[in-house]
């Protein structure tokens, strides 16, 4: 694979060291222009070989694909823009501010004959991949319950009345799009596409900083909340008719889940995997890629089409800006 990066925050920053596992062919990245020393830090401490600070040039070099690391609201344009120039894409989650803006970038990569993913650690961790194996094991599903909530670091300064993009409805932040949005495909991922939700949530200034989403499965509930306004331990619990599964932490991190029968028999599964989150969807990306696996794409492009229907629902619920 050879990948141009887009952007050099957190993101770009976790994806160094699986870069260096899994040998990539050629690594550039793009920054901006008032930031190109922190570009070039970047590239020296991490071996990469070029930094761009144009995108259109970017786009013109060696690179198959694009992986976007940007701010929500800019997903679409620069995904894109890389598909129009006969590039992979790979996007950061969100995916995409909107259902429509998805559904135009999978109809790009259609006619473009590209491949375009979701970047949603959850689906390729091994701690979830067996979850999905043993869920039988617990019976009839009746509720989950999972909980993402972080008191945000940009919090503070919103409330002073600053809108950074993360609290900034024009931009696709709040918690629905930053945390919530992992319980909704971690719940997705294992059941599918619900016959409707209800999403309440605590508005400021036209965003929801918390809020509880129910994804009501006709036989079985789902509640997820989020928040970005206060803390709390993540966790989540399955409840089935002949037992329950505990996970400790997001979702998006799992690396253990104990299911307890009804008798209070305790079994762990901890995968065997010391790799980061982003190595074992990274893995996947490069070999359906190279294998050309439209199957394994469109797979994950379902899941990714369910929860941005699901997120856009809750929004509107709310009554946020959804127009993009």
Same mark, same amino acid.
């Given at each position: ?29 793009? @920054?901006?222009?008032? &930031? ?9 401490? =991490? @071996? ?23 701010? =929500? ?39 473009? *004959? ?10 390729y961790l091994p701690a979830y991949r067996s979850l999905k194996e043993h869920l039988h094991r ?8 999972? =909980?993402?909530?972080?008191?945000? &670091?940009?919090?503070?300064?919103? !409330? ?31 059941? *599918? ?17 918390? @809020? ?23 966790a989540c619990v399955i409840q089935g008719t002949e037992g329950c599964i505990l996970i400790s932490?997001?979702? &998006? ?8 029968? =009804? ?12 790799? &980061? ?12 890629? !190279?294998?050309?696996?439209?199957? @394994? ?28």
């Amino acid at each position: 694979m050879k990948i141009g990066i887009l952007g050099t925050g957190m993101m770009a920053g976790l994806l160094m060291p699986v870069i260096k596992k899994l040998n990539f062919e050629y690594v550039a990245v793009l @920054g901006r222009r008032e &930031s190109e020393e922190k570009v070039r830090t970047l590239c020296r401490e =991490n @071996g990469l070989d070029e930094y761009f600070l144009d995108y259109e040039e970017l786009l013109g070099s060696d690179v198959d694909t694009i992986y976007v690391a940007l701010p =929500n609201d800019l997903h679409w344009e620069f995904a894109r823009k890389a598909l129009t120039h006969g590039k992979h894409v790979i996007i950061e989650k969100p995916v995409t501010a909107s259902l429509a803006q998805l559904q135009d970038l999978i109809g790009t990569a259609g006619k473009q *004959g590209k491949m375009i993913f979701e970047a949603m650690t959850i689906h390729y961790l091994p701690a979830y991949r067996s979850l999905k194996e043993h869920l039988h094991r617990i019976g009839d599903i009746k509720l989950m319950t999972v =909980n993402y909530s972080k008191y945000s &670091s940009r919090y503070d300064a919103f !409330r002073a009345g600053q809108i950074l993009p993360a609290f900034d409805p024009k931009r696709a932040g709040g918690a629905m799009m930053d945390l919530n949005v992992y319980n909704v495909h971690g719940a997705v991922g294992l059941f *599918g596409k619900p016959e409707k939700v209800n999403y309440e949530a605590n508005i400021e200034r036209g965003i929801d900083t918390s @809020g509880v989403l129910t994804m009501d499965y006709g036989t079985f509930k789902v509640c997820a909340a989020a928040a970005k306004d206060s803390n709390a331990p993540a966790a989540c619990v399955i409840q089935g008719t002949e037992g329950c599964i505990l996970i400790s932490g997001p979702l &998006s991190q799992m690396d253990r889940y104990q299911i307890v029968d =009804n008798q209070g028999n305790m079994t762990e599964y901890r995968p065997d995997s010391q790799e &980061s989150r982003l190595y074992h969807e990274f893995v996947e990306f490069q070999r359906m890629i !190279r294998e050309h696996d439209r199957a @394994g794409e469109k797979e994950m492009l379902d899941i990714s089409l369910t929860a941005a229907g699901v997120l856009e629902e809750a929004r509107r619920q709310a009554g946020i800006i959804t127009e993009f």
